[in-house]
């Protein structure tokens, strides 16, 4: 069993549907959580970052974390054609070395 | 403000040929890393940094070699390339650790 789990898609909505992106994971021990967006043949880039949890929301992006659970979402509004790409999670246990564990990555087109 | 600069960004080998891969990073971050991103896998760490002089082994470590002789360098090498390690290899670098940021990708195929 992976650690981290991220259904692939892939996921087609309309131009200004709600999208809901969703992980779980198997480590009690998590307690930062981001999601990543990647372009295609581009390097994923840091879109959200949460510490344990609770919401955090940034324009149209709202990021949960239930830890009870072992569940993150990732909540975009009004969605774009230009958020077309793949939604990455990513989550550590503390600050320093230890790695980050990514989820697989859900691929997302907005169609117009 | 380049951030994160991979080179080369694409490159086709033959099997058992040798090659790498140069990562440099302006923002003066203590770790590097490397991962390898494949179709269904997701993103796997091969081999990370924490400071000038220092690597150590990640979750993919074998056929791969890494150096990090200058701190806003970080080099991944294959003595032997196989066909099993044609991909997208990825670095990253990070302040504490936390939040990292990627450069744009080194697309491999050994043949």
């Known amino acids: 069993q992976k650690e981290v789990e991220q259904d692939p898609g892939p996921l087609s909505v309309p131009e200004g549907a709600i999208v809901s992106l969703n992980c779980t994971y198997s480590n009690s021990a998590f307690q930062y959580f981001m999601w990543y967006r990647q372009y295609s043949r581009k390097g994923p880039e840091l879109l959200m970052y949460?510490?344990?949890?609770g919401n955090k929301e940034d324009g149209r992006f709202t990021a949960q974390v239930d830890k009870s659970s072992k569940y993150i979402s990732l909540f975009i509004r009004d969605s774009q054609p230009s958020d077309s790409a793949t939604y990455l999670c990513a989550m550590k246990a503390i600050q320093g070395a230890q790695k980050l564990v990514f989820g697989q990555g859900t691929r997302l087109t907005i169609n117009p | 403000n380049a951030g994160v600069t991979q080179t080369p960004k694409f490159r086709v080998l033959k099997t058992g040929q040798s090659m790498t891969l140069l990562c440099a990073q302006d923002?003066?971050?203590?770790?590097m890393y490397w991962y390898r991103q494949d179709p269904g896998m997701g993103l796997r760490l091969i081999h990370y940094?924490?400071?000038?002089?220092?690597?150590a082994k990640g979750e993919v470590p074998d056929g791969y070699n890494v150096s990090r002789l200058k701190k806003q360098n970080f080099l991944l090498g294959l003595e032997s390339a196989a066909p099993s390690q044609t991909s997208v290899y990825f670095c990253a670098s990070s302040y504490e650790g936390q939040t990292y940021t990627f450069g744009s990708g080194t697309r491999l195929t050994v043949v």
């Open positions: 940094s924490v400071g000038e002089g220092t690597t």
């Open positions: 923002m003066n971050h203590e770790y």
């Open positions: 949460t510490y344990s949890s």
